[in-house]
Structure formats: C-alpha cells, structure tokens
C-alpha cells in the first residue's frame, strides 16, 4: 500500500512540473529549408504536399507564438502543424531537443493562362520576438479534364492546355480520336485509356512537338514510378491505329495490344513500364525507330504478326525497377477465357539493339514455340545479348558485344551510339531514311538501332 502512495505522489509531483521555456530572443529555432518548391500542380486537380521541420537545440524549451500563411485565408496554400490545420496555428510548443513538424499543401486555382504560371507565398514563423520565413513557390497549370468519358466520334485534341485524365478514356468503334504535335497527355493511376476504334497520334521530331504521355503526379517521387498510369490498350479488332513521334512513360503496360489489335508505330520511346513496354496478343504490329528502355520486359508476343526494324530494347535495372525476365519473349500460344489456344506466330527483328545489363539474365531473348504449331522469329542484321545463337539468327549478327551507348550511369541514360560502338555501320540497306530524333540515315550501311551516330 505504502508503495501505491508513494507512486501516486511520484507522478502526481511529475505531473505538476512545467516544462522550462526561454523567451530569449538569442535562443532560435533552427529550420530543415528555407524555400519549399512545388512540382507542377494542374488547377482544381487536387493538392500536392510538401514539408519542413522547425528543430530546438536549445536546453531549454520554445514557444512559438504563431505559425501563419503571409496571404492568409486566401492564399492557395495551407498549414498542418503537427496534425493541426489553419491560415495560422497559435501556441506551438517545441521541447528542448525536439521538434515540429510543420505540411504545406497547394491547390492551385484556374485561370486564363495557357502556359504554366507560378504562385507563391510565405510561411511565417514568430517567437520570442524572431520572425523566421520559409517561402513558397509552385508552379500551376491550366488543363483540360478527362473524367470517365467515352468518344464516340471523331474528335482532335490539340496543344493548347494539357489533358489530365481522370477517369477511364475510351475511344467506341467506329470513332478516331486525332491527337496533334506538341500535346500532353498526364493520366491518373486508375485511368485505363482503352482505344476500341483508332488511335492517330501525330508528333513531331522535335523534342517540343512530340506528344507525350505520363502519369499525373509530377511531384517526387511519383514523376519516376514505373506503374504510375495503366498505359494504353487497343482492344480486340481495333483498325488503323498510327503513332508516331510519341513518348509513354512510366506506365503499368506501355501497349497492350488485344486480339486483332492493329497498330504502326514510329519514331516512339517507351521507357519505365512496369511490366511490359509492348505486349500483343494475336495481334498485328509495324514498329521503326521505336526506343523501349528500362521496362521490366521490353516486348512479349503471344502469336501474331509482327516486323520490328531499327528498334533499341534495352533493359538496365533502375533505383525504381530491378529486371528480373528477358527483353524479347514470344510464344505461338495465347489465353482465351483461361484456356490456351495455338496461334500462328510471325516474328522479324532487322537492323535492332536487344542488350540488357541485368547481371542474372545471360540471354535476352526467350523463345517458346510450341510443337505442331506456326511459329517463325527471325533476327537479321541485329546486335543481342543471348546465351547460345538460336536458330532463329540469319547472317551478319552481333553477338554478345556491349553497344557502347553514350550513358548508363548513375541513373542517367542516354541510348545513343559512341562513335566505338560495335553497331556503327552493320546494319542493312533500309527504307526507313531517318532515325528516331529525324536524323538522316547514308545510303550505304545503317548504323543497328533506333539512333544513327
């Protein structure tokens, strides 16, 4: 019993003793940033988030008189300070040794301006007769919104504003959606764009007039997840689908390709897919001066038709993404309701780059023919990673010979040849007379790949 007592008195004395605070101005606070930057942030889309910590390495405890937005109520941005959210947060105690955290958050309004501008404010913090300042600055963007919209006609999205799309994109059988040079294209993580009549994607090569394709969230780290956008499906027996000069980042499935799925596809770099940066199905693909870079698997094919010429597959294992499967997969079997049905299988690679860099994948291309079954995968004029030369190989071949790509370091990557490269001048004759940033390719032998050095 006398122990009991003893406690109660014990905590009741602890209970009853005050913090020590100093109102010394010459004790100040210490701040983790004195300017906070936001990404991008499209208008009426939501609010990005970031944040600062305001540290005491004083003995002695602090009180901060008040936290506050220099706009006040009206600015675009807003206060959370240790769970609590106002235009200003009064009374904030910081113990010796401790600290607060303090969340600003931006959500920028619509206005007439079609290039993106910028908003900006302060956060204030007073105490002990200091005044600390961390200022603001984002950058906003006017967009168009795309929320669960189905086009049934013929319709043309332009550069004007960007698309942010919000909600499932699809396009009905029978209409074409038109997307012109320059346009970009940024899709939420639960928006499928699903093409069941015709895609026509116009870029230029300039790298301002390509049409672009991302996730919608541009704040780090999100702007560099693989997985960020579900990417773009062509359903079963859509016709006549041409993109050219595009780029599709960092989506789940760069391009699906459903059966009977139609596309030609040009002057195109897919990088960052979560799985893979192209995937058909039965389905019928035309791809020159195509770049797939960096994806889990470059291209998977399950029957159909399909001509690859000076395309770059390459795969190197990201800070985001570790490669664990070959680039180039391709069977003669595909997947109907669950139930495996043969399909006729044609395959040709010409004057291309498949090179990974993933020390457990010796081979980088897997072929899976099944016996009895059409299955033809030809590979002329091509530089490959492969761990025994396959059948498959037609003359003039490289193999197992680093291409020399000008960077693959420290996350920078740049796909473009070295002038020692082993793909310099062995490739084919070919129609295709310019490369993939529109440089023109001699009239003798190409260089291999989606690049001319």
């Not at 940033?437 to 190409?446: F, M, V």
Request: aromatic share 8%; proline share 4%; net charge neutral.
């Amino acid at each position: 019993m006398r122990i009991l007592v003893l406690c109660a008195i014990a905590a009741l004395l602890w209970s009853c003793q005050k913090e020590s605070f100093t109102t010394d101005a010459a004790s100040r606070l210490s701040l983790l940033a004195d300017t906070l930057h936001f990404d991008t942030v499209f208008s009426s889309a939501g609010s990005t988030v970031r944040s600062f910590k305001i540290f005491n390495n004083n003995s002695k405890g602090i009180r901060i008189q008040s936290i506050r937005m220099g706009g006040g109520a009206a600015s675009p941005f807003s206060l959370n300070v240790n769970g609590e959210p106002g235009a200003v947060i009064s009374g904030v105690d910081v113990p010796a040794g401790d600290s607060a955290y303090v969340f600003v958050s931006v959500n920028v309004d619509p206005s007439a301006a079609a290039q993106p501008f910028v908003v900006a404010d302060s956060v204030e913090i007073n105490y002990n007769g200091n005044r600390e300042v961390v200022q603001l600055q984002a950058y906003g963007q006017n967009a168009r919104f795309i929320n669960r919209r189905t086009i049934t006609t013929h319709e043309i999205w332009n550069k004007d504003l960007p698309y942010v799309v919000l909600g499932e994109l699809r396009v009905a059988a029978g209409a074409t959606l038109t997307i012109e040079q320059g346009t970009r294209i940024f899709v939420h993580n639960t928006a499928p764009i699903i093409i069941a009549g015709t895609l026509v994607v116009q870029g230029a090569a300039d790298s301002a007039n390509r049409v672009y394709f991302s996730g919608s969230r541009l704040d780090e780290p999100y702007r560099n997840h693989p997985g960020s956008w579900p990417g773009i499906r062509f359903a079963a027996g859509s016709r006549r689908n041409r993109v050219a000069f595009a780029q599709i980042k960092n989506a789940y499935g760069g391009i699906v390709l459903e059966r009977a799925a139609q596309l030609n596809l040009s002057e195109t770099i897919i990088e960052g897919a979560f799985d893979a940066g192209i995937s058909g199905q039965d389905a019928s693909l035309t791809a020159s001066n195509v770049l797939i870079s960096n994806c889990s698997k470059g291209v998977v094919m399950a029957g159909g038709q399909y001509a690859f010429d000076h395309c770059t597959i390459v795969g190197y294992n990201t800070r985001y993404l570790l490669r664990k499967e070959p680039l180039v997969q391709a069977g003669n079997v595909v997947s109907v309701n669950g139930t495996p049905v043969g399909v006729p299988l044609s395959a040709v690679f010409r004057n291309c780059i498949i090179w990974g860099a993933a020390p457990e994948l010796s081979d980088e291309v897997f072929l899976l023919p099944q016996p009895g079954l059409a299955f033809s995968a030809q590979f002329d004029h091509v530089l490959w990673k492969v761990n025994a030369v396959p059948t498959a190989a037609t003359a003039n071949n490289v193999f197992d010979e680093d291409p020399q790509f000008r960077s693959t370091e420290n996350g920078s990557f740049d796909f473009r040849l070295q002038a020692t490269s082993s793909a310099i001048d062995k490739g084919k004759a070919s129609f295709i007379d310019k490369d993939l940033d529109g440089k023109q390719r001699p009239n003798g032998l190409p260089d291999l790949g989606a690049y001319e050095e």
